[in-house]
């Protein structure tokens, strides 16, 4: 497996371990992931590593405005080479997230991952699709809720995912902040 940087064991990995590990402890159930943006494949990898579930990923696989357009000219081929082992159990959707997102069903995800675009307006269109999709008590995890604070403008993840949680707070439960934001999508929401 070839991953050129270490960004989800710096930022994402404790937070799998706490959040589901033990959500996929019932080996008699099958579990759905959906990941929005998989990058390389380093947490698509570690979810194929670490549960039994099924999991589907949305990306472009053209990278975004802060990498190198050349080097992303690889980055499908790397993301096929380093899931290879687990390809029977993944589902690859290459294109947007706007574009696939309305397309899947309705309380059919056990747990999303959004790390896609750094875009406000993304970030919270990522959102506000993938909600339906995710089953009553599944888990949301928002990579880079810090990404890019004290930058000079407004367009970064932190403004899309509060302004994601102010309207469905109603709706969910927000079991961590820090350089992610875990969600647990509430049973029944309150009245």
């Not at 959500?23 to 990898?45: H, I, M, P, R, W």
């Not at 053209?62 to 993301?79: A, I, M, P, V, Y």
């Not at 899309?160 to 647990?184: H, R, T």
């Amino acid at each position: 497996m070839v991953f050129t940087n270490n960004w989800f064991e710096v930022t994402a990995k404790g937070n799998f371990e706490k959040y589901l590990l033990p959500l996929t402890k019932d080996e008699s159930k099958s579990f759905n992931f959906l990941e929005v943006g998989c990058y390389e494949g380093q947490a698509s990898v570690w979810l194929m590593e670490n549960t039994t579930a099924k999991l589907t990923v949305i990306d472009t696989f053209e990278g975004s405005k802060e990498h190198d357009k050349q080097f992303e000219k690889t980055l499908l081929n790397r993301f096929t080479e380093n899931i290879a082992p687990h390809e029977k159990r993944v589902e690859v959707l290459v294109g947007t997230s706007r574009e696939h997102l309305k397309r899947l069903e309705n309380d059919s995800y056990d747990f999303i991952y959004i790390d896609g675009s750094h875009q406000a307006s993304d970030v919270l269109e990522d959102a506000v699709l993938a909600f339906p999709l995710l089953r009553k008590n599944g888990i949301m995890i928002f990579d880079d809720y810090t990404w890019g604070l004290g930058m000079e403008h407004y367009d970064i993840p932190v403004f899309g995912i509060d302004a994601f949680l102010a309207v469905y707070g109603n709706q969910l439960k927000v079991l961590e902040k820090n350089s992610q934001v875990i969600i647990s999508k509430m049973a029944v929401p309150p009245l």
